[in-house]
């Protein structure tokens, strides 16, 4: 590897990449500034000893904002800067490293980082300007780029959200780039085995004031994805953890990672919803896959009929006689609206304490089990609980929601988030999950006034449902080891929904903000998008503006296009997978 130097990392302060001269004369601009703050508070970070000049410390000495302190814990070469002290620990451990590095610090916040892990040169003056922005913040955390081991190019970036106790105890919520207000971390002793899962679990019983900043100030290069999980190894501190906290529920090792699920503590009962018009073998492929699942609570299963066909019908009907549910069956010649239709199952057909919409395209993995859903479904202040759904090929279809820039006229767009990375079969907390597969307590439907069937009859519904609880404190959860397949719009078709799309801009832009700036996962930055579906939108988009007549013709196009596609091929009704 070549010598290190700092003007060869790809600085990506806000996701754009940054030329070194760039991001140098913005922290040059920042020197200045420091002097009018109110404080200046001393920031302490704690790293390893290595034979050599680190990275971290030349990335150190870079920095805008002067008032830091290194503790190099180990044997090391004397560094003249006066702010650079070292010591010595009982061993060689990162634990132990930062235990003893945090007993000497004097800043009013410490973090540890590794020798080759690096900040940008604004990321002190950034952490103490929201510091003073925020006095009541007790953690503060960046996001952070995955570079390639010579720190030539960028891996990913990654983004970490708000503050969610779910995300802490599934997964590394904070990676690296944070720091720990010194008065805070002096009440907490954390096993150094464990380190940061134990340590950020104990910091979560002292404090909720944990504070993002959505930028990407911390550098760290050949970082495995699955560092980031909670694996075995980190049962005993989870499961601690929420005996300390006298949480009702258990730390298991499934599937080679740390679960945490509620205890059950009364009955419930399900109502599933389903949907239908004609395309009886996905129907009754749909009730096959329920029937096959294993679920502790009773099942109500709630067939509307819309306008099917005599036969189709009649098919659906024989089969859930057939399979033995407990099935309701409602008739509606209304036109299609599924807020509408799920509105009024809730109010004169549900008996259920839990709901369950399941789409009837949408087919559940035989070993799937219900209890994790219905029992987090079932806390307090839940919102939505979805699963993972993939396409019948094998990609995903859906692991939450995901915001992203939009284009012909929008500010951005919502739309299921594809990521093949291990966010997809994580839990964690996200913006929103489809109705495709979804559960919620009826009294949260309730409240809420259920669907939006006149702003939202169809598309987008789900959308505003999930980003109503968000804005009311509810958590929608995503629980990414229970899956599905899902065949997306087979059932009703596509159909123009522009007008939705803008509504949920207009009415969310608070958490639209959010979704683009500070939303767990892997990438999520603005990005030009050169795929085929944008440049096709922009071609068309020019054509219609240069030849309006033409946009009269756009339905029957769309039609063609339609008609011109192989038709999709149904799924065997011997199996209740795909």
Not at 183 to 201: G, I, Q, R
Not at 220 to 225: K, Q
Not at 501 to 530: H, N, S, W
Request: charged share 25%; aromatic share 10%.
């Amino acid at each position: 590897m070549k010598s290190f130097s700092l003007s060869r990392i790809p600085w990506a302060t806000l996701g754009r990449q940054e030329a070194f001269s760039e991001i140098s004369a913005k922290a040059e601009a920042q020197k200045p500034r420091v002097r009018l703050m109110t404080r200046q508070p001393l920031f302490t970070i704690v790293t390893q000893a290595t034979g050599v000049t680190s990275p971290l410390l030349e990335s150190l000495l870079a920095q805008s904002y002067s008032f830091w302190e290194l503790i190099v814990v180990g044997s090391a070469p004397v560094h003249s800067d006066m702010r650079v002290r070292q010591t010595s620990a009982r061993g060689d451990s990162e634990g132990e490293c930062f235990e003893t590095g945090r007993r000497q610090a004097k800043g009013d916040w410490v973090g540890f980082l590794s020798p080759n892990e690096i900040l940008s040169p604004a990321a002190l003056f950034t952490f103490a300007t929201e510091a003073e922005r925020q006095p009541v913040r007790d953690v503060l955390y960046s996001h952070e780029v995955h570079l390639s081991t010579d720190y030539s190019h960028i891996d990913r970036f990654y983004s970490k959200g708000e503050y969610s106790w779910f995300n802490l105890i599934h997964f590394n919520c904070l990676g690296r780039g944070w720091f720990i207000r010194c008065s805070t971390l002096e009440k907490v002793n954390f096993e150094p085995e464990a380190f940061e899962a134990d340590l950020f679990l104990k910091i979560s019983e002292e404090t909720e004031n944990w504070g993002l900043i959505p930028s990407y100030l911390c550098y760290r290069r050949g970082v495995d994805p699955k560092s980031l999980e909670r694996d075995g190894s980190h049962l005993f501190a989870v499961g601690s953890h929420i005996a300390r906290r006298r949480y009702s529920g258990t730390a298991v090792v499934r599937g080679g990672r740390t679960l945490v699920t509620p205890l059950k503590e009364k009955s419930h009962l399900i109502s599933v919803i389903i949907c239908f018009r004609n395309k009886a073998e996905w129907t009754i492929q749909c009730l096959r896959s329920l029937a096959g699942v294993h679920s502790r609570s009773p099942l109500q299963v709630v067939l509307l009929n819309n306008r099917s066909d005599h036969e189709a019908r009649a098919r659906v009907k024989v089969e859930a006689v057939t399979l033995g549910l407990d099935f309701e069956f409602v008739d509606d010649a209304r036109e299609f609206n599924f807020g509408q239709m799920h509105n009024d199952a809730v109010a004169r057909v549900a008996r259920g304490d839990i709901l369950f919409f399941l789409n009837n395209d949408a087919f559940l993995d035989e070993t799937v089990s219900l209890d994790d859903m219905v029992a987090w479904t079932a806390q307090d202040g839940i919102g939505v609980v979805g699963m993972a759904l993939r396409y019948p090929d094998g990609r995903p279809q859906h692991t939450g929601f995901q915001a992203t820039y939009g284009g012909e006229n929008r500010m951005a767009r919502v739309g299921h988030d594809h990521s093949q990375n291990i966010f997809a079969g994580l839990r964690r907390e996200v913006f929103g999950n489809t109705f495709a597969a979804a559960m919620m307590k009826r009294s949260v439907f309730e409240t809420l006034g259920g669907l939006r069937a006149v702003e939202f009859p169809n598309g987008f519904g789900d959308v505003a449902f999930n980003f109503d609880c968000h804005r009311r404190g509810l958590h929608n959860l995503y629980l990414g080891d229970i899956t599905g397949t899902h065949r997306e719009s087979a059932s009703r078709g596509l159909s123009y929904e522009y007008w939705e799309e803008v509504a949920i801009e207009t009415e969310y832009p608070d958490i639209l903000q959010k979704m683009l700036r500070a939303d767990v996962g892997f990438d999520r930055i603005p990005r030009p998008d050169f795929s085929f579906r944008q440049l096709k939108e922009i071609f068309v988009a020019a054509l219609y503006r240069t030849f309006p007549r033409l946009l009269a013709l756009r339905p029957a196009i769309r039609r063609l296009i339609a008609s011109s596609r192989p038709p999709l091929a149904l799924p065997s009704l011997t199996s209740t997978g795909e």
